[in-house]
Nanobody
């Protein structure tokens, strides 16, 4: 079973950037699609972005499209989320996850391994 560990969260002012990383160990992610989700206080976990195994296909939630960029480095067993033009409504715990072979990218149930999350707080 792969272990996923997120890092890079923190406090940032609105309009600023932040880059999240997700490091994998104990298993492989190179042949799997990966995703980022987030969960704000009192809200359900929601889809943010996904990337296919090779990195040449991505998809984003409408709320982050044009501001966030997902990428990966399979040689380093790592996943990234570059977040620009951050807004207070982006405040949440951010999770990376490995997607199963089948299932929609947008659904939590499609992912079989999750990290513990990293907190992002955007101040206005």
């Amino acid at each position: 079973q792969v272990q996923l560990v997120e890092s890079g969260g923190g406090l940032v002012q609105a309009g600023g950037p932040l880059r999240l990383s997700c490091a994998a160990s104990g298993g492989t992610i190179s042949r799997y699609a990966m995703g980022w989700f987030r969960q704000a206080p009192g809200k359900e976990r929601e889809f943010v972005a996904t990337i296919n195994w090779s990195g040449d296909s991505t998809d984003y939630a409408n709320s982050v499209k044009g501001r966030f960029t997902i990428s990966r480095d399979n040689a380093k067993k790592s996943l990234y989320l570059q977040m620009n033009s951050l807004k207070p409504e982006d405040t949440a715990d951010y999770y990376c996850a490995r997607r199963r072979r089948s299932g929609s990218s947008y659904f939590i149930e499609s992912y079989d391994s999750w990290g513990q999350g990293t907190q992002v707080t955007v101040s206005s």
